[in-house]
T-cell receptor, first 113, second 113 residues
């Protein structure tokens, strides 16, 4: 059973471009969480999704950021018009129905030039 | 609202010495508590978790943690440090179930020969 997959592992964008980060949860997991880790900070919750539903987006910046988890395919975290402050590691975690444990992917490290 | 405080951003020990990483939490409901380890450029791996059962929790790699409600603490210990334990350690709290995780800022464990 493969773990949580994230791609790309590293992403470089120039200011104003769009960044798309993908997360494939573990097989059988129906819940996906996105977290952001800024340099020398802990992980901060961004959004929690189930298939085709956003359950909690209280940690998402109000502008430029969006997330989806379609019926088919990976979960996508989209950042429009990136700025230097968006440079961070973005982690996805998944969990199965009824579980309190989250399994983390290796992260996508976004660098905005 | 929940919060986690990890005392000491860096802890240095000698190989074979006791490891003690401190974590204090704040929660308005009975908490679920977790310790994760992060190796460089990797995702987070669960070490152990407390979910209202036994207060002394044993995890992987010889680590354990004790939940002390009166002190609102969940400190991580290991009797004898190994070089391979050098990593960053994160304490996290949730209110269980599908709840999101609130992380501390992390403690970098340095192990010297």
């Amino acid at each position: 059973n493969a773990g949580v997959m994230q791609n790309p592992r590293h992403l470089v964008r120039r200011r104003g471009q769009e960044a798309r980060l993908r997360c494939s949860p573990m097989k059988g997991h129906s819940h996906v969480y996105w977290y952001r880790q800024l340099p020398e900070e802990g992980l901060k919750f961004m959004v929690y999704l189930q298939k085709e539903n956003i359950i909690d987006e209280s940690g998402m910046p109000k502008e430029r950021f969006s997330a989806e988890f379609p019926k088919e395919g990976p979960s996508i975290l989209r950042i429009q018009q990136v700025v230097r402050g968006d440079s961070a590691a973005y982690f996805c975690a998944s969990s199965p129905l009824g579980s309190d444990e989250q399994f983390f992917g290796p992260g996508t490290r976004l660098t905005v030039l | 609202a929940q919060s986690v405080t990890q005392l000491g951003s860096h802890v240095s020990v000698s190989e074979g010495a006791l490891v003690l990483l401190r974590c204090n939490y704040s929660s308005s409901v009975p908490p679920y508590l977790f310790w994760y380890v992060q190796y460089p450029n990797q995702g987070l791996q669960l070490l152990l978790k407390y979910t209202s059962a036994a207060t002394l929790v044993k995890g992987i790699n010889g680590f354990e943690a004790e939940f002390k409600k009166s002190e609102t603490s969940f400190h991580l210990t290991k009797p004898s440090a190994h070089m391979s334990d050098a990593a960053e350690y994160f304490c996290a709290v949730s209110d269980g179930g599908y709840s999101t995780l609130t992380f501390g800022k992390g403690t970098m464990l340095l192990v010297s020969p």
